[in-house]
């Protein structure tokens, strides 16, 4: 079940990223070509998922909101993991008022989830891509600085880092050379983890608007346009619905896989 994990997860995140990655090189249609005789049509030969309101071709635009989607969440997870995990290791090795001022920080980004900070960034600059990215990335930043935090507090006090430190070795080359290595097997979990929370953070936040702009094809944007048309036809908010259902699933399945590999104690459980 544990190994099933892993490559169920492998299987469908590789089929998104497989269909971000043609869509750079081969789509059905334009994906923002009006056809106004085809509107709301089912999938036949010509458009295998049909069509939305505007006769838009929901292939061509699903593959374009791949690339939308996975663009948003690895940026935004980059962001989290480079600066929670650098808060997370500074305040952990420092230890003393560091630690006490750091974690209070983390503590105050606690108290703002990705949509509401969204609408804060969105006062200040203007909705978009660039908004959503930032928003997703600085709310998900505490959860990697209290996991890279309690690595580390856990991997300074072993015998093979003071005896680094009776060697003379710098503090800098202690941490990232000695330290930070041994903290690789959780973290590369929570990212996985983290990465499936971004794509939902990033659906929702285009679905209200304050993510990818309308213009740009994205997950979030379709199931908005298709929510007055549901009695009509399903199917322009059934595609993207699948799609996001499809790689949160990967990403966490993938997670739970990498998780029960990389923990020693898992694999006997």
């Known amino acids: 079940m544990k190994r099933l994990n892993l490559i169920a997860g492998s299987m ?19 994906p923002n070509k009006l056809d106004f005789s ?16 505007l006769g838009r071709d929901l292939l061509s635009r699903l593959m374009v909101g791949a690339r939308g989607t996975l663009y948003v969440g690895f940026i935004a997870v980059g962001i989290a993991l480079s600066f929670g995990g650098l808060i997370g290791a500074v305040s952990a090795y420092a230890g003393g008022l560091w630690d006490e001022v750091f974690m209070r920080l983390v503590d105050v980004l606690y108290a703002f ?6 609408l804060l960034l969105a006062a200040i600059y203007q909705p978009g891509t660039l908004t959503a990215m930032s928003a997703i990335g600085i709310a998900t930043v505490p959860v990697f600085a209290r ?27 202690l941490l990232f050379r000695h330290i930070l290595p041994g903290t690789l097997s959780p973290i590369v979990v929570q990212t996985s983890l983290s990465l499936a929370v971004a794509v939902l953070a990033e659906a929702a936040l285009s679905f209200l608007g304050l993510g990818t702009s309308p213009r740009t094809p994205s997950w979030g944007n379709m199931l908005r346009e298709a929510q007055g048309f549901m009695a009509l036809s399903p199917y322009p908010a059934l595609v993207p619905g699948l799609a996001i259902i499809i790689t949160v699933l990967g990403w966490s399945l993938l997670g739970d896989g990498l998780r029960d590999y990389l923990d020693p104690r898992s694999r006997n459980g």
């Open 12 to 30: 469908l995140i590789g089929l998104v990223i497989g269909a971000a990655l043609v869509s750079f090189f081969w789509l059905p249609f334009d």
């Open 38 to 53: 085809a509107q709301l049509a089912a999938p036949s030969a010509e458009h295998w998922l049909g069509t939305d309101n």
């Open 113 to 118: 989830p990705a949509i509401l900070m969204a």
């Open 147 to 173: 996991l890279m935090r309690s690595s580390v507090l856990s991997l300074k006090g072993l015998d093979f880092v003071e005896a680094a430190r009776a060697l003379g070795v710098s503090h800098a080359r």
